[in-house]
């Protein structure tokens, strides 16, 4: 119940159920307040919302204009006097809540019964039940909530509550009886005013029903690995498939710079995602053991929460590139090879090993080929030329220089 919120609320008493406002506790320069729909000498009731729009829209005086967020509650929808269900109070109704076990729904049901019922005898001065409470303490034990009455004592007191409210609550209801005016509207404006509310009502299911839509295909656009422990850690499987063969690591950025799971420049393979989860649980002596999330993907490992998902982005095929390459640049897809050498740089930074640059000083022409093939600048007009079986060769060896870091393949 959010501070200086004025909500519309249905209450059962004696002479049936009834529509008003209530200001639940609110502060207001260092002074706590709280108010119902009234005037001098009462609160006022009314036999539907559509009677408490039409009193409103009439521009009678009441208590609650003073109140700090009047002005906003003012200029809502028709629907802002049509209570939501968890604001019925079924006062009358108490005594039956108690005869019950104190479920879930019992214990908050009567909490809330209990709130706006003291708040109605504080507000109206109602002696009987402003005594009552005051007079019995454990009526705030409803407030702890269902799991108070989970424990041992739990019954005992359920029952020494059911047992005040049986003695009193009808002098209770009756000192709230006192308090109250129910106003009868004309009913010609109470039906152009149900008109209103059902339009109202009409135009937030449909906003309603937009939003959902919305969220719904929101949600089957989302990308699922999102929502994963890899994410959250930043730490992501990568499968790499090379010459037949597949297998998998891990790997994460650190100030944009590369870091796999490995150590010395040797990157941890294995041949299944299994495998590669069985072993993180019981080892923490490589590179991303550093890292800060790298202890909570190992807790989930352990416990058989983690579960090894590859992101589009992190699989990468070398399959087919070496014969694709002998045929010539048409031949290639560009953005496999654009991949693929991502990764290879990747693994070479990583290991600072400046073996990827070595064989391209003395390669030079191979450097060529792969910048013209992912368009990167400084090809100094090279084109490449029949017969392509070197570039095949070189990319070959390019392979070989990977699979050499592998600990597994």
């Given at each position: 119940?959010?501070?200086?919120?004025?909500?519309?609320v249905?209450?059962?008493?004696?002479e049936?159920?009834?529509?008003?406002?209530?200001?639940?506790?609110?502060k207001?320069?260092?002074?706590?307040?709280?108010?119902?729909?009234?005037d001098d000498?009462?609160?006022?009731?009314f036999r539907?919302?559509?009677?408490?729009?039409?009193?409103?829209?009439?521009?009678?005086?009441?208590?609650?204009?003073?109140?700090?967020?009047?002005?906003?509650?003012?200029?809502?929808?028709?629907?802002?006097?049509v209570?939501?269900?968890?604001?019925?109070?079924?006062?009358?109704?108490?005594?039956?809540?108690l005869?019950?076990?104190p479920?879930?729904?019992?214990?908050?049901?009567?909490?809330?019964?209990?709130r706006?019922?003291?708040?109605?005898?504080?507000?109206?001065?109602?002696?009987?039940?402003t005594?009552?409470?005051?007079?019995h303490?454990?009526?705030?034990?409803?407030?702890?909530?269902?799991?108070?009455?989970?424990?041992?004592?739990?019954?005992?007191?359920w029952?020494?509550?059911?047992?005040?409210?049986l003695?009193?609550?009808?002098?209770?209801?009756?000192?709230?009886?006192?308090?109250?005016?129910?106003?009868?509207?004309?009913?010609?404006?109470?039906?152009?005013?149900?008109?209103?509310?059902?339009?109202?009502?009409?135009?937030?299911?449909?906003?309603?029903?937009?939003?959902?839509?919305?969220?719904?295909?929101?949600?089957?656009?989302?990308?699922?690995?999102?929502?994963t422990a890899?994410?959250?850690?930043?730490?992501d499987?990568?499968?790499?498939?090379?010459?037949?063969?597949s297998v998998y690591?891990?790997?994460?950025?650190?100030?944009?710079?590369?870091?796999?799971?490995?150590?010395?420049?040797?990157?941890?393979?294995?041949?299944?995602?299994?495998?590669?989860?069985?072993?993180?649980?019981?080892?923490?002596?490589?590179?991303?053991?550093?890292?800060?999330t790298?202890?909570?993907?190992?807790l989930?490992?352990?416990?058989?929460?983690?579960?090894?998902?590859?992101?589009?982005?992190?699989?990468?095929s070398f399959?087919?590139l070496?014969?694709?390459?002998?045929?010539?640049?048409?031949?290639?897809d560009?953005?496999?090879?654009?991949?693929?050498?991502?990764?290879?740089?990747?693994?070479?930074?990583?290991?600072?090993?400046?073996?990827?640059?070595?064989?391209?000083?003395?390669?030079?022409?191979?450097?060529?080929?792969?910048?013209?093939?992912?368009?990167?600048?400084?090809?100094?007009?090279?084109?490449?030329?029949?017969?392509?079986?070197?570039?095949?060769?070189?990319?070959k060896?390019?392979e070989?220089?990977?699979?050499?870091?592998?600990?597994?393949?």
């Amino acid at each position: 119940m959010s501070e200086n919120a004025i909500l519309p609320v249905k209450v059962s008493l004696t002479e049936g159920d009834f529509y008003t406002l209530w200001a639940p506790l609110w502060k207001e320069h260092g002074a706590e307040w709280q108010a119902f729909l009234g005037d001098d000498d009462n609160v006022l009731l009314f036999r539907s919302p559509e009677d408490l729009l039409v009193f409103l829209e009439e521009g009678s005086p009441h208590d609650l204009t003073s109140h700090p967020k009047w002005k906003s509650f003012e200029s809502g929808p028709a629907t802002r006097v049509v209570p939501v269900e968890k604001d019925y109070y079924d006062v009358i109704g108490a005594p039956a809540l108690l005869a019950e076990r104190p479920s879930y729904v019992n214990v908050s049901t009567l909490a809330r019964i209990f709130r706006l019922t003291r708040s109605l005898g504080e507000v109206t001065s109602a002696t009987e039940t402003t005594v009552f409470f005051a007079s019995h303490s454990v009526l705030g034990n409803v407030e702890r909530g269902y799991d108070h009455f989970a424990e041992d004592r739990g019954m005992s007191e359920w029952s020494a509550i059911g047992r005040a409210v049986l003695t009193n609550w009808s002098k209770v209801v009756s000192s709230l009886d006192e308090q109250i005016r129910i106003v009868d509207v004309d009913d010609a404006r109470t039906a152009d005013a149900a008109a209103r509310i059902a339009a109202a009502r009409e135009e937030v299911e449909k906003k309603k029903a937009e939003t959902e839509a919305r969220r719904k295909e929101e949600a089957e656009q989302a990308d699922p690995y999102d929502t994963t422990a890899w994410t959250a850690a930043g730490i992501d499987p990568v499968k790499i498939s090379l010459q037949g063969k597949s297998v998998y690591t891990l790997r994460t950025y650190v100030d944009r710079q590369p870091v796999f799971l490995g150590k010395f420049g040797e990157i941890y393979t294995f041949n299944s995602s299994k495998l590669l989860l069985r072993w993180m649980t019981e080892n923490d002596d490589h590179d991303l053991a550093k890292v800060s999330t790298w202890e909570d993907l190992q807790l989930s490992a352990n416990a058989g929460e983690l579960e090894v998902m590859v992101h589009q982005d992190n699989a990468y095929s070398f399959t087919g590139l070496v014969h694709d390459i002998g045929r010539g640049p048409e031949a290639v897809d560009t953005d496999q090879m654009a991949r693929a050498y991502e990764l290879m740089a990747d693994a070479a930074d990583w290991a600072q090993d400046d073996s990827l640059n070595s064989y391209f000083l003395a390669n030079p022409r191979m450097q060529d080929y792969i910048s013209y093939m992912l368009g990167a600048p400084g090809t100094s007009g090279y084109v490449p030329s029949e017969p392509f079986n070197d570039h095949a060769e070189g990319w070959k060896e390019l392979e070989e220089m990977l699979v050499k870091r592998f600990s597994k393949f």
